[in-house]
């Protein structure tokens, strides 16, 4: 079982630099259970935006990509519930600058 960040999906569907080396690794965790949040929904959609107003990337490339990543949400990724106590673990988290 693995969380996928949103950041590995946006390089992904959108082919960041880093987009041989995410699909390795999803390749390689297909028979795997994974995870996103339903907040990830909405940090998709706001990374997809961002790209697209500072043209990082075409409105095209946008709604291709986003149907992407609801296709994929529908089809082979979980999605777990998020409470609050979640985002204060993660905001305790972020803040251990010693962890990698």
């Known amino acids: ?5 949103t950041s590995v999906l946006i390089a992904l569907l959108v082919g960041e630099p880093t987009v041989d080396i995410v699909s390795r690794w999803m390749d390689h965790h297909r028979d795997e259970r994974l995870f996103i949040s339903e907040w990830t929904y909405t940090e998709f959609s706001s990374a997809l935006s961002v790209k697209a107003r500072v043209e990082k990337i075409s409105p095209s490339l946008r709604k291709l990509a986003l149907g992407g990543f609801l296709q994929m949400a529908n089809n082979s990724l979980e999605v777990a519930p998020v409470f609050s106590r979640h985002f204060k673990t993660a905001a305790h988290l972020a803040d251990q600058m010693e962890l990698r």
């Open 1 to 5: 079982m693995y969380y996928v960040d």
